[in-house]
């Protein structure tokens, strides 16, 4: 199965590729900050006729719309263009993202980045892989001389969970702040070791459900902000090479109590 998620979700990332920095209809869906693009649409349209084609029983989650069959044993969970803020606007980071599900579990997944024509992918028990390299998460274990990097939920003005905060202690605590703007891409350079912590919240699941696969198979730990380990349908979500995991938790505990 893994195969036939690298296939598609390459010859996606090959559609997206060719639509990049071309004219293109945008269309909002909850606020102007909340974009989608016929690329998208396209990008989408794709895959899910791959899949109706080559897996007609096989269930579909995806972040345009297309939902079918979601309590079928195997679910393909989708995400055309992870980043289509940066696809819109021409800045080249962004991503396709496809997990696949069997009973609830994420047994392989691919996370394409685009324009650097880099595959990341994994399978339950096997590894994770930035193309042919095995990836493992940073060794670091200090929070103060880490990297991170975060994203921002689309109701950012709304503030949600101290998103705001929270992020304040993150900078102040750490040695540096990065923000990329695609999830699946932030959670795939902790698992190749760049960063050594993400967090966020108001993902959906197709933002970070490949891409937690590749983290935990290169030996990282996601969970949300109270230690429980982490769902695709988590609200709250944070991810680290699992050194600093605790570090981060605190912060947020901290900021939660009024005490930061």
């Not at 070791?193 to 696969?213: S, T, Y």
Request: glycine share 8%.
């Amino acid at each position: 199965m893994l195969d036939k998620v690298l296939e598609i979700t390459r010859e996606a990332g090959e559609l997206v590729r060719e639509g990049f920095g071309k004219d293109f209809s945008i269309e909002y869906k909850t606020n102007e900050s909340n974009l989608v693009t016929e690329i998208d649409k396209k990008s989408e349209a794709l895959i899910v006729s791959y899949i109706k084609k080559n897996f007609p029983s096989h269930g579909i989650l995806a972040e345009e719309g297309d939902e079918l069959n979601t309590n079928a044993e195997y679910l393909w969970v989708i995400d055309p263009i992870d980043g289509t803020t940066n696809f819109a606007h021409g800045f080249p980071m962004f991503a396709v993202s496809i997990g696949l599900q069997k009973n609830g579990k994420t047994v392989c997944g691919a996370v394409y980045h685009v324009m650097q024509n880099n595959m990341f992918f994994a399978e339950a028990g096997s590894g994770s892989f930035c193309d042919s390299k095995r990836l493992k998460v940073a060794q670091n274990d200090k929070l103060r001389t880490s990297l991170l990097v975060t994203g921002f939920p689309y109701n950012i003005d709304e503030n949600p969970d101290q998103a705001m905060e929270i992020f304040n202690a993150m900078v102040k605590n750490s040695r540096g702040m990065r923000r990329l703007g695609s999830a699946a891409l932030d959670v795939c350079y902790v698992a190749s070791g760049c960063f050594e912590g993400f967090w966020e919240v108001n993902l959906f699941p197709w933002d970070i459900c490949a891409a937690q696969l590749i983290l935990e198979e290169a030996g990282g730990l996601a969970t949300d902000f109270s230690g429980k380990p982490a769902s695709i349908y988590s609200k709250q979500f944070l991810c680290s090479n699992g050194l600093v995991h605790q570090q981060m938790m605190d912060l947020v505990h901290e900021v939660k109590s009024g005490k930061f």
